[in-house]
């Protein structure tokens, strides 16, 4: 598949999203917003797994950070209800960007399982603040969230809503692609396939890292202050370890190294979550065996099931020809 | 804040290191001997304390609930491991992704077969009460959690150093490759080692599960601490988790006590701080 024609099989899904899910019950409009939430945070956990080749277990420090900024600016300050809501939208993303430039300063340095390891810790150690500073997160009872944001588009309108977070989800696909075709996305490929060989060619790997890193919690704190007034409902639990691994779940689901991915892992996730989960109760079997089945049998994740499917049908009709005549790379 | 209550601290915080410590040494040398971060580890701990809740049911014993739920758990960490991780290679990503569907399993299962709701373990009768020491009050299970932690501590590390298994783990932890090539199986080590650590992590479990009760949620709620103790101490050093038990079990009570918002923060804080110095832990070999 040709680069454009992907383009445009993601537009069209997304238009026929935008025009089938309005008309569906409140229900599955309120399903496909939180869906597409997570997926604005998948997305986050793309970029640094599929493109930089970091596995992050902390993402949802982002999350959170962005989900407590909006809650306690909403609930103590009354800010970010009217216009100001997109106020609230840009310091989402400043703070998750700081934190990360902080929690980059530690992170970035690490590889492999000790990247994974420290990432949690700083999850945990955001984790451990929101359960425990009552003063100022509610400890463990959370924020109510209990109005949405009105400025000529009245949020509390579920569909209205859906609107709004999917296009945040469009605008942060388009630019995050724009990011990864970008020589600077470009580097940090180079980075996941071989981080010395980049080195030596003069490329500061630290440096392009930790910049992917400040993105990627950028846009962490974007998904979170959209999740403060989709779920209305913010809580220690947004923060914690299983939220980091969902969303990396996700990605893996859905194929990293795609973006999209993440969204398609994201509805998958949700559909059985939050739909199965109420017409029968063994649905986290489902889930729990789809994790499995997917890292033994699809490490490209669903998103490599066409590649696949073609690797698997040449494989037969040619044997084994085309591997031994493969460009002889390093 | 008299000498009493530093005291009274310091024995909750041992006690309670002593708790992690069981959990926390067989993720560090699951972790040490195979490099693979395993987030079932506090499923293992929580499917411990449920299959003591069942043997006590039948048997009303206690003391026969250990070694069964001890080793009803190290048989689904053995089968885990031979069926499912090793054919995975070595692929951190994978592996941790593979342990959390197995975590999201092992939840769906215990809550299907005991049920949602919050459970005690009771302590046999003479672990109940408290003995007095030098005007202090302290609850004999405490003090039985201690005195386990040490047995098994020390239990575990003579196998590791006097025995001959104990130095092909060993040899294992510090270069695999060598010793496969000086004729170690570390094939069977790591067998070995994953179930020992199933094992141990149940047996935390039903401790801890008469300490703290059982319910659901345990199991992702004990994990952190115990890669907390594993980082802090040094991943595949038994030593190192015993330390590093001790410090995070400390850090944990007198972080409530003294600055109870500040809290966890107070634990997860150093645990990032030495992982950004010292990846390999205060006491893990380089």
């Known amino acids: ?330 | 804040m008299n000498a009493q209550f530093w005291l009274i601290q310091i024995f909750n915080g041992i006690s309670y290191g002593a708790l992690l410590f069981l959990v926390g040494s067989g993720l560090s040398l699951i972790f040490g001997v195979m490099r693979i971060v395993n987030l079932s580890h506090g499923s293992y701990f929580l499917l411990g304390a449920y299959v003591a809740l069942s043997v006590i049911w039948t048997t009303g014993s206690w003391l026969l609930a250990i070694p069964v739920a001890g080793l009803a758990v190290a048989l689904v960490g053995l089968v885990m491991e031979r069926v499912f991780l090793r054919p995975l290679g070595f692929d951190p990503l994978r592996q941790v992704l593979l342990t959390v569907g197995f975590a999201f399993l092992f939840q769906q299962a215990s809550l299907d077969i005991w049920g949602g709701n919050n459970m005690e373990i009771e302590a046999p009768a003479a672990l109940s009460h408290s003995i007095v020491v030098g005007g202090l009050y302290l609850p004999l299970f405490r003090v039985f959690m201690i005195a386990m932690a040490l047995v098994i501590g020390i239990a575990t590390w003579l196998a590791m150093e006097k025995t001959r298994m104990g130095a092909a783990v060993r040899a294992t932890v510090d270069d695999a490759q060598m010793a496969r090539g000086v004729g170690i199986d570390t094939n069977r080590i790591s067998m070995f080692i994953f179930a020992l650590g199933a094992f141990l992590a149940a047996l935390g479990g039903v401790i801890g599960g008469t300490f703290l009760g059982v319910y659901p949620g345990l199991d992702f709620e004990m994990l952190p601490f115990a890669f907390a103790v594993v980082i802090i101490g040094g991943m595949g050093s038994l030593g190192g988790a015993a330390i590093g038990a001790m410090l995070v079990g400390l850090a944990d009570n007198f972080g409530k006590a003294l600055f109870p918002e500040l809290a966890y923060f107070t634990l997860y804080a150093p645990m990032v701080l030495i992982l950004a110095v010292k990846p390999t832990g205060l006491f893990g070999r380089e």
């Open chain 1, 1 to 330: 598949m040709s680069e454009r024609i992907k383009i445009l099989t993601v537009a069209i899904v997304l238009l026929a999203l935008a025009s089938i899910v309005p008309h569906t019950t409140s229900f599955v409009v309120l399903l496909a917003t939180r869906a597409l939430v997570f997926a604005i945070l998948a997305m986050s956990v793309d970029l640094l797994l599929g493109f930089t080749g970091l596995a992050s277990m902390g993402q949802a420090a982002y999350f959170g950070i962005g989900a407590y900024l909006a809650a306690i600016l909403a609930t103590k300050y009354h800010f970010g209800l009217g216009w100001d809501f997109w106020l609230v939208v840009l310091l989402g993303l400043l703070l998750g960007a700081a934190t990360a430039a902080f929690f980059g300063l530690f992170a970035v340095r690490a590889t492999g399982v000790y990247f994974l390891m420290i990432t949690l810790a700083l999850g945990q150690c955001v984790w451990g603040l929101a359960y425990r500073w009552n003063s100022l997160t509610g400890g463990d009872n959370g924020i109510n969230v209990t109005v949405r944001p009105n400025f000529g588009l009245d949020l509390t309108n579920e569909r209205t809503f859906f609107f709004l977070v999917l296009g945040f989800f469009v605008v942060t696909l388009a630019s995050l692609y724009v990011l990864v075709r970008s020589p600077f996305g470009r580097s940090l490929e180079g980075i996941r396939e071989r981080e010395l060989r980049m080195s030596i060619l003069g490329y500061n790997t630290w440096l392009h890292k930790y910049i992917a890193f400040i993105v990627a919690g950028a846009v962490g704190g974007l998904s979170g202050v959209l999740w403060a007034h989709t779920n209305g409902l913010v809580t220690p639990d947004t923060v914690v370890l299983t939220t980091s691994v969902d969303s990396l779940l996700m990605v893996v689901l859905g194929g990293a190294g795609t973006l999209v991915g993440g969204a398609i892992g994201s509805a998958i996730v949700f559909g059985l979550r939050e739909y199965l989960s109420t017409l029968v109760p063994w649905w986290q079997y489902v889930l729990g065996a789809v994790y499995v089945l997917t890292i033994l049998y699809l490490p490209m994740g669903l998103m490599g099931l066409p590649a696949r499917l073609r690797q698997w049908r040449a494989g037969r009709s040619k044997s084994e020809d085309g591997q031994t005549l493969a460009p002889v790379q390093s």
